[in-house]
């Protein structure tokens, strides 16, 4: 037994089960293919990341980061409102991101605050990613939390005289909301 139809199937049905079967076979890619993000063809990435329930989604976004943003998906949901929720939003988009939350101060802050550092990696820093970057933190964060943000970005070069040198420089924006 091939197919899943009934003992009491009719020619007909039994036909139209054969032709479907004849054609899925002639499909290229096969669905387990198309659900991982890691193996999904690039033009399939949109609609994967639809049926993920992906929050932010930008064309302009390079492969890499279309991909880590669709695996970061269930899991985010999953923890939604929390601080891991937002540190995962970030490094989805290929950032990292330090928080300090408003009890974590000495004295402390105010109740429902906390301070972002986020550092973006490598060259591909503009406004939309820092735009997407905000976007997460936005829609991830607990309602009623609020926030500011530093941001800085990265770069790594190495000396050939046997060691290597880190150098990060931060650079303080503030975002008030009006």
């Not at 499909?27 to 690039?42: A, G, K, Y």
């Not at 990696?121 to 735009?131: E, F, K, T």
């Not at 997460?136 to 607990?142: G, L, R, V, W």
Request: charge should be negative.
């Amino acid at each position: 037994m091939t197919d899943l139809l009934p003992l009491n199937a009719s020619p007909q049905e039994r036909a139209v089960a054969e032709a479907i079967d004849e054609r899925l076979a002639q499909v290229p890619v096969t669905i387990r293919e198309l659900w991982n993000p890691d193996s999904c063809p690039v033009d399939q990435l949109p609609l994967l990341a639809w049926a993920f329930s992906v929050d932010e989604w930008q064309e302009s976004w390079p492969e890499h980061i279309k991909r880590g943003v669709i695996k970061a998906s269930v899991a985010n949901h999953r923890i939604k409102g929390t601080r891991k929720a937002v540190e995962a939003a970030v490094q989805g988009l290929g950032s990292d991101i330090a928080i300090t939350e408003w009890f974590e101060y000495s004295p402390a802050g105010a109740p429902h605050t906390f301070d972002a550092i986020i550092n973006y990696n490598g060259d591909s820093v503009g406004v939309d990613l820092q735009n997407s970057v905000i976007k997460a933190i936005d829609q991830t964060k607990p309602a009623r939390s609020h926030y500011t943000v530093q941001t800085g970005i990265s770069a790594e070069e190495s000396l050939n005289i046997g060691g290597a040198v880190r150098l990060t420089q931060y650079a303080r924006l503030e975002f008030v909301e009006q």
